[in-house]
């Protein structure tokens, strides 16, 4: 979903704003910006060692009523996931809480993820990171982009009968 930036603490500061549909990523070389995939490996490197920050917003609508378990599938990046304001995940201080959702309604989403920072190109290595949920008769899977709703304007348009909490 939406946002994408960067919150490294260089003296280049950038950021990209775009709209995924889903959040599933993989970055080879660690780099999660498109600026730093110039071929400037210093400034790569820089950036890498004092971290960078991705930032997604936007409104998820539940497929079923149900308890759902939000996660995320990471590697070299810490996440943290807020339904409704309030945090329901964070892969750092091992918090998982389930949230009780109902078919057809939108909650508002935002995940936050750090990637670990490194010391140098030789010590980069590949960042992954995907949006999962589960119920106790859905296995853990990505969060199709179906489900997933930049703006909450674009679900109240959907031809769907839904709810905006």
Known sequence: VPQEASGHRTSLVANVVRVDPVISFSWSDGLIMPFFQS????QAVRSRSSGQSI???????????????????ATGINVTIFCDDKVVFDSFANISVPVSMIVDTA???????????????????????????STTIIRKYTIPAYFLYPLAAE???????VTVT
């Open 155 to 161: 679900v109240a348009y959907s031809p769907f009968p």
């Open 55 to 73: 930032r997604w917003e936007g409104y998820m609508v539940s497929p079923r009523t149900d308890l759902f378990t939000l996660s995320a599938l």
């Open 107 to 133: 909650y508002a989403l935002k995940v936050f993820a750090s990637i670990w920072p490194c010391a140098s190109e030789e010590t980069a290595s590949a960042v992954k990171i995907a949006l999962q949920w």
């Open 39 to 42: 071929g400037d490996v210093q």
